[in-house]
């Protein structure tokens, strides 16, 4: 059984030389930093990476792929509870 971790990208902090990814993970929320040169192209802000797993465990990064539908999906997601958030707006200043 081929096992995989997906992650979602949150940001790439540095410069291109020495960027550095910042991944979420999507089974327990925890915080990864990998060097951008360990992903390649495919890891962009907003990206879903799933990244399989060696037989030891650890990620293998250099394998990573985006999962596009995952991608859509939540794009879809996010798109919707904005239009909800929007309906639900009065407008005007808030008062606390």
Sequence with gaps: MNRS???A????????????VVLVADADGAVVEVP??????????GAILVVPLRADGT???ASAARDSA???R???AAADTLATL????RGG???L
């Design 5 to 7: 971790v997906r992650y």
């Design 70 to 72: 995952e991608e859509a």
């Design 93 to 95: 200043d808030l008062t």
């Design 86 to 89: 929007r309906r639900k707006d």
């Design 59 to 61: 990620p293998a990064w």
């Design 74 to 76: 939540r794009r879809a």
């Design 9 to 20: 990208v949150d940001r790439i902090e540095g410069d291109a030389a020495s960027a550095i």
């Design 36 to 45: 951008r040169t360990a992903l390649g192209r495919s890891a962009i802000e």
